[in-house]
């Protein structure tokens, strides 16, 4: 089992900035590979914005086009934490942000969300 907390949501300003954290705990904690961040604006369906993929020697991250060049993610290991600094913020990255995990049980993969966290971007 795995718990997700996420953090840092919020209203700002366009072009203002945000950091959402995402912290991880429980017995299967040690097992995510996968770590992700998606997000669903009023009236549309749940998207991918970040995904940190565990490798062999580096991680693996990749970003969905609305976001690249304004939003990182991050992992702190020690921490079993992720985060997105989101930068140049848009009204359209309005949305509730979830964190999602997968760990590796095994047999099989089981995948975690958070609650979700408001990012309301608006002047």
């Known amino acids: 089992q795995v718990q997700l907390v996420e953090s840092g949501g919020g209203l700002v300003q366009p072009g203002g900035s945000l950091r959402l954290s995402c912290a991880a705990s429980g017995e299967s904690v040690l097992r995510i590979y996968f770590w992700g961040w998606y997000r669903q604006g009023p009236g549309n369906q749940r998207e991918l914005v970040a995904t940190i993929t565990s490798g062999d020697t580096i991680d693996s991250i990749d970003y969905a086009d609305p976001v690249k060049g304004r939003f990182t993610i991050s992992r702190d290991k020690a921490a079993n934490t992720v985060n997105l600094q989101m930068n140049s913020l848009k009204s359209e990255d309005t949305a509730v942000y979830y964190c999602?995990?997968?760990?590796?049980?095994?047999?099989?993969?089981?995948?975690?969300w958070g609650q979700g966290t408001q990012v309301t971007v608006s002047s």
């Open positions: 999602k995990t997968e760990a590796d049980e095994g047999t099989f993969t089981q995948g975690y």
